[in-house]
């Protein structure tokens, strides 16, 4: 794998050593699956089963944005293991082993790594997938009420579940950075301001709203955060998995809700939220709450994008963002209302 830190990256034969080590089994063929952001992934013939082995990329091996992203495999493992304690059947890969785990490290210590089951499926269409969308809302469900302590993104450890955070508002900021209107910055500076100034006052109303989200009194609980289709695979109608908990934060659990509504009902139509809330929460009352706060907290989403987008010259997400938020700001005014 070439290119900067890749080029010192471990190869197929040690690969095999770390899957050995973690099933107990003689690993067969070993195949590159891809790379992510932070991890570059290989498949495993072990035992007549396949595995996945995920190993961190180090820092100079990545781009730019995602530089200083920790992996988090440890603390993936952790989720996964609480997930399936919680429910045997949850629809997540099985967590075999990390390098936290393993007193006999094949690589050393010098890259963290998690070895997972193989899990096949087509990424989550909303539309065509009613029932796969229910049974992520149930999944999401169980994943919002696991045991743990702290605030915000994760700390990297396999023996519980942790956030590094030590306030409300921090854990969000831990999570996706500036973030009007937690940051305390003024609205004014916001690159929505200069690319669509006819939404800024209604933002201005929504600020107080917004920030009843960092108070003590709001739900928070284990999130994925980043719900796009890619991480929900499907097969034959139903879920089958949910991937990568890389970004995994303990804040308000709307923002998992409003994650689900940015890369399914906003592009597909509301009613994949309605039909995400139908798993999640059996009781129509607090269904209609948690429905009002995820357009709430989908408007804090979208302003992440518009300022991403910016960042980085993507015109055209950026254009698709604004879309988003022109849609979100009347649902979400709607609670206050």
Known sequence: MPGGGLGLMPDATTVARVAREATGETPGEVRPLGRGMTCVAWA???????????????????????????ANLAARHAIHLALHEADPAAPIPESVACSATIDRDPLGGRWSWQVLSLVTGEPLDAARHPEAVRDLGRLLARLHTLPVEGQGLLEDRADAIYGRAATPTESILSRWGQQWPYDG??????????????????????????????????????????????HALVRDGRLTALMDFGDAAIVPVAFDLASFAYYHAAHRGWDALHTLLEGYEPHRVIRDVREAEAYQLLVVLVLQKVRKRTASGESALLGEAIDVLRAALPRAMRRDA
């Open 185 to 230: 910055r003024a609205l004014l500076a916001h690159p929505i301001a200069r690319h669509a100034p006819d939404l800024v006052g209604t933002l201005g109303e929504l600020r107080e709203p917004l920030l009843r989200y960092a108070g003590p009194w709001v739900q928070a609980g284990l999130c994925h955060t980043d719900l796009c289709g890619p």
């Open 44 to 70: 495993v013939e072990a035992g007549r089963r396949e595995f996945v082995v995920l190993v961190e990329i180090p820092p100079d091996g990545r781009d730019a944005l995602h530089r200083d992203t920790p």
